[in-house]
DNA sequence: TATGAATGAGGCTTCATTCAT
DNA sequence: CATGAATGAAGCCTCATTCAT
C-alpha cells in the first residue's frame, strides 16, 4: 500500500506484493475463524501458494500474525494521522476519527485488530510479550491523548474526566463488533448509525454547560 | 452459588460442587488463554482431578463450554433481575446495572461471557448453532430493551436514538476489556471509574432538553 | 445349567447364579459386537449390577472371556456326549452332531464359540497363550476322531482321507456363519439347511463306490 | 501388483508403492491381530514412516480398512476372473477356483478378507453400511451362481440342492482358517490338502448317481 | 526459490481397572 | 459384599514446521 513501486528491483517488488497476499489471506481467516482455525494450510490455499513459501515470508505462524498486526496498526495509524491532518479543532478531529473508524469497522482490516486485541489467547501473545505492538499500541494513545487534552483545554470535552479515561471510552465506544449486527439486523444505514455513534460520544464527553446537571 | 444445602443427598450435593469447580477451572483458562489453549487436561489439574473425570461431568469439551456459557450466563441475568426489581426509574435501573457489570468486569465471569461473544471461533460454534445461548442473549435484550423504552417515555432517554441502538451502546461501552488496565495502570479507584463511565453514558443517552431529570 | 442346587449354601448358588448371568450378558454382546465393544460397563448394565461387581466375578476382561469359553465348550463338549451315546453306528453319530449343530448356530452359544475361534484378535490371545482352551479343543477332536476313525473302519467314510482332514472339513463345514444368512434372505427352513448340509456332508467324506465319477 | 510401471509420472508411482505398503502392513495387522489391535501408530511404523504419513494416504482408520478391503477384494475377483476364463467346464472352473482359494489361504491377502467378513465388529461397519463391499460381494456369488447353474445343467451338480446353498457350501468348505493348522501340524503338504478338500467337495455336490448310499 | 510430502508433538476421548464408601 | 466414581494409559487425528527435490 505505501510500497514504492519503482526503484526497487523487480524480484524484490513481487516479494512484496506476495508478502501483502499472504497477510490479507491472513486476515481473512482471523477474522472469519480465529486464530486457531486460521490454518497455514489455508492460508497458502487462498494466496495459491504452496504451504512451504509462506515460511519463506514468515517464520513461523506467531510472526506471521505479528507481521499482520504491524502492517494493520501502521496502516491504521497513518490514516489518522491523514485525519487528523486535515481537520482544525479538537472535536472536529475526533469526528473525524470516529466517521472513519466506524467506516473502517465494515472492514475486515479494523476487524482483524479488534480481534487481536479482544482475544485473549492473542492478548497474551502479543501484548505482553512482545514490544513491537505494545509501541505502536502507545503511538495510537498518543494521538488520543493530545486531542482531548487540547479538547480540555478548548473547552470541548469535560476537563474532569482523565484523558485515559477518556482515550478508553473512545476506544471502546467505536471498538464495537456489534454495530455491524445492528446494520444487519435492524436495518439502520452506516451513515445513520455513524450520526447516532458520533452524537452519543461527543455528548457524553462534553464539557459540562452550566444548564446540566449531573446525572449522579 | 444458588445451590440448596441441606435438602439433598451429600453424594449429589459434592458432584454439584466439583462440576462447578470444573466450570470455574475451564473459566479461568478460557478467559487467560482462550477456547483452543484451554486444555482439557490443563482443566482436571487445577481442579486436581483426572482428566477422565472431568468426561464424567461433561460428555465433550464443546459441551463443558456450553455448560459454561450457560451457567454465566443465567447467573448473570438473574443478578440483573434483583438490581432491576431494586430501582424505580429506568434511570437509576441503568446506573444500578453500569454498576454491577462494571463491577462484574473484573471477576471472571462476566469476563468469559465476553470472550465467548467475541471470539469468532466460538461465537460461529454456539450462537449460531446453538438455540440456548441465543435465548439467554434474547433474554438480555429484552431487559435492556424495556428499560431503554420506558426511559424514553418518561424522557430520561433520546427518544431519537433507535433503541437497539441504544442497547448495543450500553453494552458496548461496559464490555470493555480495557477498563482493567486502567485501573492497573492509571491508578484510578474501581468507584471513580464507574462514576466515569456512568455519567458518560448518560450524558449521551440524555434527552436533549435543559429541563433534564436526575437519574436516580 | 449343571450346577447343582442342593447341597450348597445359599449364597454360594446366588454367587454361582450371577456368574452365569454375567457370562450370558458377554456372551450376547461377544455375538453382536465382537470383543473390544463389549465393553465391562454394558455387561454390568445388562445383567443389572455395578460394574465393580463384574471384577468380584472375574479378576479382568480377558479372564471373563475365558471363563465364557470354559463353559460354552464344557456345555458343547457335555452335550455332545450325550448325543453320541444315545446313536449307534459313526454315520449315525455324526448325524445326530450335525443336526445338533445346525441347530445351535442359531442360537447364541455356539456363535460365541466360533467368534472366539475365529477371531484372530482373540485366537492369538486364547489358543495360543492359554492351556485350558486347548485342552477343551482336544476333548472336542478325539470324539471327532474316534467316530471318524470307527467310522472308516465299518466302512462308512473314506479311508484314504486322513482322519485329522475329515475333523477339519466336519468342523468347517458346520461353523459356517453364513446359514444364518441363508435361512433369511434365501427363504430356506432351518429343517431343510440341516438335511442339505447333512446330506452335503455325507456323500463328500463317504467311502467311494466304483460308480462315482471323478470331478476333474 | 497390477499397477503399470511405465507410463505414470516418478512421483506418482512412489505414492502408490508407498499406498500399497501401507495396506499391506494393515492387512498383516488386521490378520495378526484384529482391527482394534491394529494401531495407526504400528502401521506407520511398521512401514517405517511418522503416523501423519499414513493419513496423507487414508483419512481415516475407517477408511484404510475400507480401502484395504477393495483392493484385495479387486484382486481377489480378478484372479478368480482369469482361472474362470482358462477352464472349461463347470466341474473345471471349480476345481480352479477350489485349487486357487486353497492357496490364497496361505496368503494373507485372503486371511483379511475372512477376517473382515467374520468379524461382527466389522461386519456392522462394512456389510451393512458401505454399498462397495456389499458390491463387491456380490460380484463374486454372481460368478459361484452362474458355475453352478450352469454345472446342474450339465448334470455335474445336484439339481436338487437351492444354488445358493451350494454357494455357501463353497465358501463355506474353503475359507478354512483351520487348514493352515492340518499342514502345520499334521504335516500334510499343500496339494494333498488341496486334493482331499477338492474331492471333498465334488463328491459332496455331485448328482446323485443310483449307487449311491443314503447315510440318514 | 518454490514446493508439498513427511514429521511428530499435542489434543480429545474411551474404557478397563481400582478403591473408598 | 456391592457400588460406581475416579483414574490414566492408549488410541485416533490435526496441523505447525521442516527439508529433500
Known sequence: ?????TSRPLKERQREEREQLILDAAEALLVEKGYHEMAMDEIAARVGIAK???YLHFPSKEELLLALTRRDMSNFIATIDQHLAQASTPAAKLAALVA???NAVF???FQALIAISQNPELRTRFIDQKSQFALQRQQLEERLTRIFEDGKVSGDFAADIPTPVLVSLFET???AHRYQQLVTEHHLTVED???QVTRFFF???AAETPHERNPQ
Chains 1, 2, 3, 4 share one sequence.
Open 1 to 5: 500500500m505505501t510500497t514504492p513501486h
Open 52 to 54: 512451504g513459501t509462506v
Open 100 to 102: 472513519y473508524q466506524l
Open 107 to 109: 472492514g475486515s482490516r
Open 173 to 175: 465506544t467505536l471498538a
Open 193 to 195: 448509525l455513524i450520526a
Open 203 to 205: 455528548k457524553g464527553v
